[in-house]
């Protein structure tokens, strides 16, 4: 698949009406993208930005905190195989979503917890989700994640896409992005490709 230059816009319904699709920030994309690479069911993932009201953000703009944007990744997948509740628990269980525009050593609003919700069901399910998560104490602090309707998704540049798979040794993927996908193998191993 060919991606876009950066700051590219897509629509929800440019990823193909037949293909359900969710919108999630958990931290830097790299470890997000790179973990959901790994879900059986999942059939395309890709880096981008979205949150914003700034219009072609490039990874500059976004890493200077003061476009508004996250960085997500749009995940397209087959719910033959997959369900939307789980994808949401892999997305939970992988990132600490009880910090504020934070994860680990990044900092800043770019960093920020969040799902982009495409429509009405997805939107239910997570809020659903978050109220059983908390009820039930899995983080031992209150969740923090934005959950807001999508208006705009733009694609990242093309060196963002499948990163971790292209730079494993590079120091972040080492030290962070690894950890993170190790840990998913080993919660989810059912859910493995």
């Given at each position: 698949m060919q991606h876009p230059s950066s700051g590219s816009e897509t629509s929800q319904t440019q990823v193909g009406s037949e293909v359900p699709h969710i919108v999630v920030g958990g931290g830097c994309f790299w470890c997000t993208e790179a973990v959901f690479l790994d879900v059986r069911g999942v059939v395309s993932v890709e880096s981008g930005y979205c949150g914003g009201k700034t219009n072609n953000p490039d990874y500059e703009s976004i890493c200077s905190g003061t476009?508004?944007?996250?960085?997500?990744?749009?995940?397209?997948?087959?719910?033959?195989?997959i369900d939307l509740k789980t994808l949401?628990?892999?997305?939970?269980?992988?990132?600490d979503p009880t910090t504020l525009n934070r994860q680990g050593y990044d900092v800043g609003t770019q960093y920020r917890s969040a799902i982009f919700t495409v429509n009405d069901e997805q939107a239910r399910l997570a809020k659903a989700l978050v109220s059983e998560l908390n009820n039930a104490g899995t983080f031992g602090a209150p969740i923090v994640t934005e959950i807001v309707a999508l208006e705009r998704f733009w694609v990242a540049e093309a060196y963002h896409q499948n990163y971790f798979a292209r730079n494993p040794f590079q120091g972040y993927c080492v030290g962070v992005v690894a950890p993170k996908v190790a840990k998913f193998r080993k919660q989810f191993a059912s859910y493995l490709k």
């Open positions: 476009t508004g944007h996250a960085e997500v990744v749009r995940i397209g997948f087959n719910p033959q195989l949401y628990q892999i997305f939970f269980a992988t990132h």
